[in-house]
Nanobody, 119 residues
Framework: QVRVVESGGGLVQAGDSLRLSCAAS????????IGWFRQAPGKERETVAA????????YQLDSVKGRFTISRDNAKNTVYLQMNGLKPEDTAVYYC????????????WGQGTQVTVSS
């Protein structure tokens, strides 16, 4: 069993930065993948970025390329999402999730953290 807890959301102005953290506990293996997702009101959930536990970035949403960076600190069992140049359209609840392999479904989800960007 893996437990995932997100933190770091908040209310910021357009152009500001935030760093989200995803702390994972339990049995984490190097083959595991961690993804950041977001869901805005009235919209479907979308994948923002994903990284392997070995540190390879496997996916980034086109609209966040050049602004968001996903990284991990294995010593802390934590994955980060550094968000720079935030825009109002980035407003959403951001979720972190873990899956046991590249082709497996995301199995372990956090409760989400709200990011609100004002114009």
């Amino acid at each position: 069993q893996v437990r995932v807890v997100e933190s770091g959301g908040g209310l910021v102005q357009a152009g500001d930065s935030l760093r989200l953290s995803c702390a994972a506990s339990g049995r984490i293996f190097s083959s595991y993948m961690i993804g950041w997702f977001r869901q805005a009101p009235g919209k479907e959930r979308e994948t923002v970025a994903a990284i392997s536990w070995s540190g390879v970035t496997t996916y980034q949403l086109d609209s966040v390329k050049g602004r968001f960076t996903i990284s991990r600190d294995n010593a802390k069992n934590t994955v980060y999402l550094q968000m720079n140049g935030l825009k109002p359209e980035d407003t959403a609840v951001y979720y972190c999730a873990v899956r046991p392999g590249y082709t497996a479904p995301y199995r372990y989800w956090g409760q989400g953290t709200q990011v609100t960007v004002s114009s």
